[in-house]
């Protein structure tokens, strides 16, 4: 954790002395530091906002105005509709069962125009088609979706996310000729995420044995995925004419853009900078979101209990899914409590100066999530407050 004086806690402190917690911030200059950060590893391939990493629809629609971005990946269908009345391109990134969101949908031309749904299987296909059957609708756009996990040697084994049940170029292809031949559907894209490679940090501080492993990994993962990735969009090319093939993440920008198949990358994660992603060897994002909360008690001179604090982040439990205490210094959660719904205590020499009413100033582990628990996020620059921007939450909207 950097020092007060190396990290933004005095200037966001400063800014936000009329604020009462708890409040999120967003640093505007971090945020478009690591915009153009983002924009540099990508090397002058698009990159594709992944929504579900902001959750802030100001923060989306400003980014997309810059070059570099273009066009947004959902989360959810009804996110997407609600997107795609501003955004012309929004892709679903996962398969939906939503049937209500399926018909708006399907009564809407704009909307099918904009939107792309994923689909890794015929059962899907099906879906839609008793929602909307193809005579009643306009052509629903759709993306197939490529298993990127790697299978590695034993004890790793199978490497990655469980999405999509096809691997192979032949899996595909044997879906996409069916998508193809179906009336009142029309095969747009590929996409394939690297979550092994993406989403696993590879620096994590006094673990040097297993950061080589996760980084050998990783490389051998990427060089499987290239020629795999490629195999597949060259046997789709005799099926379909595809616009984008969308690969990757914050975190394998640079690996993945070297694939000549993949013509557009995702990313989100790095904008926003959650303190996971601190432990990456490829890139440092700046700090752009933290959030606030009180001290309501102090039980003894070396601890404190702030309000509130259990913002935990989905995966598998762990203490790096847990809010990184970042200001005052000095100051750890209690083993047997840990980050709590109503409360959670802090203790360390960092306690003995703190007082009911100050401030403790923490960062989520991931991104997007924080936006679930705050309405607004403050937008600071230097010192100033210079915005307000609502979340989805904020706007009332609650997706997933």
Known sequence: MKGWNDGPWKRWTAATQAEDPPYAVLDRAALLANADDLIRRAGGTPIRLASKSLRVRGVLEE??????????????????????????????????????????LAASGTACARVT??????????????????????EIRVCLELDAAWHGPRPLGRVGAWRSPLRTPAEVTALAEQVVARPGFRLVGLMAYEAQIAGVA??????RASNRVIAWMKERSAAELAERRAATVAALGAVADLEFVNGGGTGSLETTTLEGAVTEVAAGSGLFAGHYFDSYAAFTPR????????????????????????WIASGPPGDDRLPLVAY???????????AGEVQTPLQGEGALSLRVGDRVWFRHAKSGELSEH???????????VVDRLPTYRGEGKAFL
């Not at 590879?202 to 673990?207: E, H, L």
Request: hydrophobic share 45%; with cysteine; glycine share 10%.
């Open 374 to 384: 705050v309405r607004e996020f403050v937008v600071v620059d230097g010192t100033s």
């Open 117 to 138: 749904l994923m689909v890794d299987a015929v059962a899907q296909l099906d879906l839609i088609d008793a929602v909307a059957p193809p005579g009643t609708r306009p």
């Open 287 to 310: 700090t752009a979101t933290g959030f606030a909360l009180s001290v309501v008690r102090k039980p003894r001179r070396d601890c404190v209990t702030v309000l509130g604090g259990g």
């Open 202 to 207: 590879d620096r994590v501080r006094g673990q």
């Open 63 to 104: 980014l997309l105005g810059r070059p570099g971005f273009a066009g947004v990946l959902a989360y959810t269908l009804p996110e997407a509709l609600w997107l795609a009345e501003t955004c012309p391109d929004v892709v679903v990134g996962y398969p939906t069962a939503d049937r209500r969101a399926l018909a708006a």
């Open 328 to 338: 005052p210094p000095s100051l750890r959660m209690l083993h047997r409590e840990g």
